[in-house]
């Protein structure tokens, strides 16, 4: 009898606990449901296509177009110096004289015989108008006279090479000598540059060179100088690939007449290869990489939707997508690092 006493205690001590564990529950899933329900708020815009500038931008060294280094073409002593480092020079100025003291006796003397075999050839002349003289021998003194110019030539071009001239406009970079400095045929005596015009060297990978042609109009930016651009041209391009890097050597000039570019910065081309008409396009900011997923979310009336996409062309801070997103569009630009797909947003 005590036992069917305890029964209905125990029945009244489960349905609570059974009452008590469905509150819970009930909290729980109200709880889940509450979170489930959140909004968050977001900037969205319309994917509009727009036209995208393929750019390609590759690195390259500055150096100047004319990088001339004269030497002397006759032995001798420096006797005169006519210019000092940084100092700017007209092509044909002359920049240094070398004694070349036998070369001028030498000249003298071939001077000299010139005039002589000149007048004896007058009086052969003359000679053999009267018919006294064979016009054989009126042969050989001309030949001699040839000889004389011949010689005299020479020893011209021996006197002139005492003077070393300029051979382009520039700047006088290095001088390699001093005065009274003793030097042999061939050293090299000063280092004359152009910085008006500049020259960058950049190899363009295989695939891109069907967009590069010659006098190509391209942009070059320099590492040293922020906030500059220049304007440039395609000079060459090489017909023959590295066989190492598979790229092909291409020269870019551009003005540089105020001289701040310098030789030996880097410097950055920048070459237009197309332009993409119609582009789907979304901020760089907007991707997300996700587990090696490339994400764009899109407002879908209300809820965020998150689309996997590839990529093609950046250009700036724009990349143009080529798959997962289309025109109209109402892609997600502020507040998208907060949403995963399914979550209510609400925009601004």
Known sequence: MLENKFIPLMILVSLAMGLTLAGCDGEESKAKAVEHERVVKVETVTVTPIPLKDILTLPGETEPDEDVSVSSDSAGTVKWLGVHEGDRVEKGAIVARVDVASSGARLDQAKASRELAAEQLRRRRELLEKGVLAQEEFDEMAAKLEESDASLREMQVSVDNGVIRAP????????????????????????????????????????????????????????????????????????????????FETRVLTDNLDGAIRAGMLARVSLERRTIEDAVTAPLY???????????????????????????????????????LKAGDELIVSGHTMVEDGTRVETK
């Open 168 to 247: 382009v406009s520039g700047i006088v970079n290095k001088l390699h000598v001093d005065q009274g400095e003793r030097l042999s045929e061939g050293s090299p005596v000063v280092d004359i540059v152009d910085p008006t015009l500049i020259r960058v060297t950049i190899n363009v990978p295989e695939m891109d060179i069907p967009y590069i042609k010659k006098d190509q109009k391209v942009t070059v930016t320099v590492d040293a100088i922020p906030g500059r651009t220049w304007d440039g041209v395609v000079e060459f391009i090489s017909f023959k690939a590295d066989a190492t890097s598979k790229t």
């Open 286 to 324: 907007a991707v997300i990489n996700q587990g090696g997923e490339r994400l764009l979310y899109v407002n879908e009336n209300g809820t965020a939707r998150a689309r996997t996409i590839e990529i093609g062309v950046v250009s700036d801070d724009l990349v143009q997508v080529t798959r997962g």
